[in-house]
């Protein structure tokens, strides 16, 4: 091992920038440069199954429909004649898998009600669900489940990680999901401003489904930028790549800010306003991080929309047991009334006895006849009412009246103990209801938070903000007209040092890339291809016949789109061999027979793929014709998405 391979990365930099260790230290950290690039994991993208619902209009048949896709690994291709379902097919899967419709045509975007998609990223089932609305997504989902059965049966087993209510949510929401999944980062690129504009998952998804033919870009669908040989880096998982790209993003952004800045100051006026401005710019950075930090979310959003999902089930029991005890208590209550009015009606009946046992009557209170002395005895030697002749209470009944007053008493005190019980278990469940309905809006706010945030990108470029300012303060007195960017030199030394470390590996890996290129090119019908070179930039060297054919731009429409298939491919097949991280193997491509493709030269690049698909492991590719007998005998019935009759739609 060199000495300077023993050496850390900020030791590297601060030896070529001659800046202090501890300077340069703060400047990597302000970066988010990591001390040693850690390999990610291999990367696979699925599909498996695609949904369309909604109701057709137009010439091609009216009313309702529901179409599934089941979508078997390998090569999978929809045929069917023109303007009959087959781009839509991969436009359906774009919209799930990208977030944003890419060619999607809005007649049929206002036919759909729903899209389902399934997928296994990195083996793991992954729905994407989204609600149409005219033309556009009113809602969207993301869910996981346990396996492919319970994402397609939905419920039990299925776990919502992100949800959206507006194509923007939705967007934002497949954008930060799959970055995270894939292991990708943001690709930046400098802006003549001093800005930096990101290049984000949409920009990733043009490697899986390419741009026609005609178009000049290999890998990607933006020439701009130098995206195309940033994919492919990022692809090779090179060491450092991305974090290279990054880095020199933020030193030519840092570059251009100077320029700009040096050119509009030109008196001590300007350079006054220039010193405010960095104040200005320092405090506004401050205190937008004092505020990020307020709102940020402290965990990741999948495992917040876990606990909405704990707490919602949680409140919905509780709210069950609510009900329940709400039921019981009424019940009881009725009960205790219905005891103490009984109670009650005994107690009015001992009174009237009593008061009325209490009389003497000399004559018959109705017509007056004087009461006879004999009744008179009867009733103190037989207890025969004197007046009416009926039997007259005994001290026996007086002992049956106390025992039925005291078994009334016992019956209301037992209804109200249970009465009190039931109140008590009443309120100690709407308490409950009350705290988890809390809890459920704390939850559900702090996933809006964890979604719409996006604290990661915000913070680091608010510190670097900050870092700016207080660099170009410190070194703007008020008799200097040049504002001097205090990372420059150290950023210019980062990016020399990352540009080595990417160089050795590189070569190596671009010569067995071109190699795989070439080979695949010439199983595709380009037959007079006798050697390809690759370089980081995505820029091919075309040679035909053993002479310089030029570059990629340089050749047909039809070998463009050989050539871009034979590149992801060769990826593939080189990450598969050293066990490194790359395209994550699901290839989109609509028409075989499009850009000056002959019926010779499709099938041979149908059977060319095929065998392709059967040597690439996690190798997918979806593609359509209008050549109904094209794949038949090459694909397994399975494998070929045909509609019912050959006129007939898909869908």
């Not at 194509?167 to 999944?181: G, H, I, P, S, T």
């Not at 001097?484 to 671009?510: C, M, N, Q, T």
Request: contains cysteine.
């Amino acid at each position: 091992m060199s000495a300077s391979q023993r050496q850390t990365l900020a030791e590297r930099v601060a030896a070529r920038s001659g800046v202090d260790a501890s300077l340069v230290e703060a400047v990597l950290a302000a970066h988010a440069v990591p001390d040693s690039h850690v390999p990610v994991m291999a990367r696979s993208l699925r599909a498996t199954r695609l949904r369309l619902r909604g109701t057709k209009a137009g010439p091609q048949g009216t009313g309702p429909f529901d179409a599934t896709f089941d979508i078997p690994t390998g090569v999978v291709m929809a045929v069917g004649a023109n303007l009959r379902g087959k781009t839509t097919i991969l436009e359906a899967i774009t919209l799930c898998l990208r977030g944003e419709p890419r060619e999607l045509q809005r007649d049929v975007a206002k036919w759909l009600t729903d899209i389902e998609c399934d997928t296994e990223i990195n083996g793991r089932p992954t729905g994407f669900r989204i609600v149409m609305r005219d033309g556009a997504i009113a809602e969207g989902s993301i869910v996981e489940a346990t396996d492919l059965a319970a994402l397609r049966a939905g419920g039990t087993g299925t776990k919502t990680i992100l949800a959206a209510a507006s194509a923007k949510e939705y967007a934002r929401a497949v954008d930060v999901f799959m970055l995270d999944r894939l292991s990708l980062e943001p690709l930046l690129a400098a802006l003549n401003t001093g800005g930096v504009q990101p290049h984000r998952w949409a920009s990733y998804f043009g490697a899986l489904y390419p741009p026609a033919g005609r178009e000049p870009v290999l890998i990607g669908e933006t020439a701009m930028a130098g995206l195309a040989g940033r994919l492919l880096t990022v692809f090779l998982d090179l060491p450092g790549a991305a974090l290279y790209t990054r880095v020199r993003a933020a030193r030519d952004a840092a570059r251009n800010r100077a320029k700009n800045a040096a050119a509009s100051r030109t008196s001590d006026t300007e350079r006054a306003d220039a010193r405010r401005a960095q104040l200005d710019a320092l405090q506004a950075a401050r205190t937008a991080l004092s505020e990020l930090a307020l709102r940020s979310a402290t965990r990741p959003a999948s495992a917040v929309a876990a606990d909405v999902t704990t707490v919602a089930g949680q409140l919905a029991d509780a709210e069950a047991a609510w009900t329940a005890a709400g039921a019981l208590h009424r019940q009881a209550r009725a009960a205790r009334q219905h005891d103490q009015r009984a109670l009650n009606d005994h107690r009015e009946s001992a009174v009237a006895r009593a008061l009325f046992h209490g009389l003497d009557p000399v004559a018959c209170p109705r017509c007056e006849a004087p009461v006879a002395t004999e009744r008179r005895a009867a009733e103190a030697h037989s207890h025969i009412c004197a007046v009416c002749t009926q039997p007259v209470t005994t001290d026996d009944d007086d002992d049956t009246e106390r025992e039925t007053q005291a078994a009334i008493e016992a019956a209301l005190a037992a209804s109200t103990r249970a009465a009190d019980a039931a109140l008590e278990a009443f309120e100690r469940a709407e308490e409950e209801v009350t705290v988890l309905s809390q809890r459920l809006t704390a939850v559900e706010v702090e996933l809006r938070e964890a979604r719409d945030a996006a604290t990661t990108d915000e913070r680091a470029s608010l510190e670097r903000a900050a870092a700016r300012a207080e660099g170009a303060l410190a070194v703007l007195p008020d008799d200097n007209p040049v504002l001097v960017d205090p990372d420059d030199k150290i950023l210019d030394a980062l990016v020399a040092e990352l540009e080595a470390d990417l160089v050795e590996p590189s070569r190596e890996l671009f010569d067995e890339l071109g190699d795989e290129i070439a080979t695949l090119a010439r199983e595709f019908g380009i037959e007079s291809v006798t050697g390809i070179r690759i370089d980081r930039a995505a820029r091919l060297k075309v040679a035909k016949g053993g002479a310089d054919a030029g570059g990629f731009t340089a050749q047909s429409p039809g070998e463009r789109l050989r050539l871009r298939i034979a590149t992801v491919l060769a990826l593939l097949r080189v990450g598969h061999r050293r066990g490194i991280a790359t395209h994550p193997g699901l290839l989109m491509l609509d028409s075989l027979k499009a850009e000056e493709v002959q019926d010779s030269d499709a099938a041979a690049l149908l059977d060319a793929l095929i065998r392709a698909a059967a040597e690439t492991p996690n190798l997918q590719v979806l593609t359509t014709s209008a050549d109904q007998s094209l794949p038949v005998g090459k694909l397994p019935a399975d494998a070929i998405i045909a509609p019912p009759a050959p006129d007939q739609p898909l869908w």
